[in-house]
């Protein structure tokens, strides 16, 4: 399996909880973790979660990051309309000595 | 807080070159890894290039590998992307992003445009 794999869109209702997933190989994987970004219609990207899966300070605490096995995930809580976004993660693949983005999943609030 | 801001985007014909600029500023350039990533209009990001603090480490996508070189000076807290040999498939937006090892993409710039058309 090659790169990053992610949901290409997530629909959740107000309030609610959306978990989008990102899986990945043992290259990217194994060893270290992924980041999250987000990013809306017309910006540039901005940065939710480290390989650590710490948010950095001014990210809401409605944004957690976790990862189990070959599959990290991005949890957002209480959604709001300005979670409305796209979501990627990036890690870093030892065998291409390159970074990956995957697809990215975009997020609509209903 | 750091800033980062791109310039040197424009139209350019295919087969020709271009060289994008970084300007750093709120932090301490010479300690951050800079990296390069492009957004072709509508679709996802797609990393281009990385270099370490130092320079002495730089990486490549395979879809530039040989066309394009990343480069810094430090002592002007600027990042270059050179790019040669100019293909269609390279119009994008170019955001330069920091890179610490474990907050790589903590902080983007605004985008340059890149247009490569005839």
């Given at each position: 399996q090659a790169g990053l794999t992610q949901p290409p869109s997530v629909s959740k209702g107000l309030r609610q909880t959306a978990t989008l997933t990102?899986?990945?190989n043992s290259n990217i994987l194994g060893n270290q973790g992924v980041v999250w970004l987000q990013q809306h219609?017309?910006?540039?990207p901005k940065f939710l979660s480290?390989?650590?899966?710490?948010?950095?300070?001014?990210?809401s605490e409605r944004f957690s990051a976790s990862r189990s096995g070959n599959t990290a995930s991005l949890t957002i809580t209480g959604l709001q309309p300005e979670d409305e976004a796209d979501y990627y993660c990036s890690g870093w693949?030892?065998?291409?000595?390159?970074?990956?983005?995957?697809?990215?999943t975009r997020l609509t609030v209903l | 807080q750091g800033h980062l801001v791109e310039s040197g985007g424009g139209v350019v014909q295919p087969g020709r070159s271009l060289r994008l600029s970084c300007a750093a500023s709120g932090f301490t350039f010479s300690t951050y890894g800079i990296h390069w990533v492009r957004q072709a209009p509508g679709k996802g990001l797609e990393w281009v290039a990385v270099i370490s603090y130092d320079g002495y480490n730089k990486y490549y996508?395979?879809?530039v590998k040989g066309r394009f070189t990343i480069s810094r000076?430090?002592?002007k807290n600027t990042l270059f992307l050179q790019m040669n040999s100019l293909r269609a498939e390279d119009t994008a937006v170019y955001y330069c992003a920091t890179h610490l090892n474990d907050a790589p993409f903590e902080i983007w710039g605004q985008g340059t445009m890149v247009t490569v058309s005839s």
């Open positions: 990102c899986t990945g219609q017309g910006h540039p480290n390989r650590n899966n710490n948010r950095p300070s001014g990210i693949d030892n065998s291409l000595s390159a970074w990956v983005f995957g697809g990215g | 996508a395979d879809s000076d430090s002592s």
